[in-house]
T-cell receptor, first 113, second 111 residues
């Protein structure tokens, strides 16, 4: 596609439930990033994929968070046992490689009630 | 520890009133300072990348400059459509493509 696509755009879930957030990057972009943005704050790094492998997952807050990119294209961010503090906008970005600029998607707004 | 601080947190301007946004940073081995624009409900939109002190880049009413400790985003004769949150981010030499963002400056331009 022409841009980075994230689905769903909004997700409301109950505390304790499992959620999956999807990111479809720009075709041919090898690098894919997940960030989390709370209200009034800048994006906070979660994980970075180069191809199929997670090159840097140092930003994942705990083991409830996990992300995959099995074929080097679409990525899924998975959150287990959601907590109210997980409520935020989850942003995905892709780039042609480490030295190139990012293109962000519009994000998934996750609300845990 | 790498850190980015933006000021002011919010800025209100009248149309045509020029001003500057500040981004102060500490980073080990800067490999790029980035400016993004973010509209409500949207992801950040890339504006500029600066790599070395003294570098400047321009786009329409925006001009970004870089020193060894900070970057400025100058807005000349702003228009209401320039209203957005402006984000600054840095990439260091040791952490791949990861960006460290500041908290942003929310700019409002009134007609």
């Amino acid at each position: 596609g022409a841009g980075v696509s994230q689905t769903p755009s909004n997700k409301v879930t109950e505390k304790g439930k499992y959620v999956e957030l999807r990111c479809d990057p720009i075709s041919g972009h090898t690098a894919l990033y997940w960030y989390r943005q709370s209200l009034g704050q800048g994006p906070e790094f979660l994980i970075y994929f180069q191809g199929t492998g997670a090159a840097d997952d140092s930003g994942l807050p705990n083991d409830r968070f996990f992300a995959v990119r099995p074929e080097g294209s679409v990525s899924t961010l998975k959150i287990q046992r959601t907590e109210r503090g997980d409520s935020a906008v989850y942003l995905c970005a892709s780039s042609a490689g480490q030295g190139y600029g990012y293109t962000f998607g519009s994000g998934t707004r996750l609300t845990v009630v | 520890e790498d850190q980015v601080t933006q000021s002011p947190e919010a800025l209100r301007l009248q149309e045509g009133e020029s001003s500057s946004l500040n981004c102060s940073y500490t980073v080990s081995g800067l490999r790029g300072l980035f400016w993004y624009r973010q509209d409500p409900g949207k992801g950040p939109e890339f504006l500029f990348t600066l790599y070395s002190a003294g570098e400047e880049k321009e786009k329409e009413r925006l001009k970004a400059t870089l020193t060894k400790k900070e970057s400025f985003l100058h807005i000349t004769a702003p228009k209401p459509e320039d209203s957005a949150t402006y984000l600054c981010a840095v990439r260091n030499g040791n952490q791949g493509g990861k960006l460290i963002f500041g908290q942003g400056t929310e700019l409002s331009v009134k007609p």
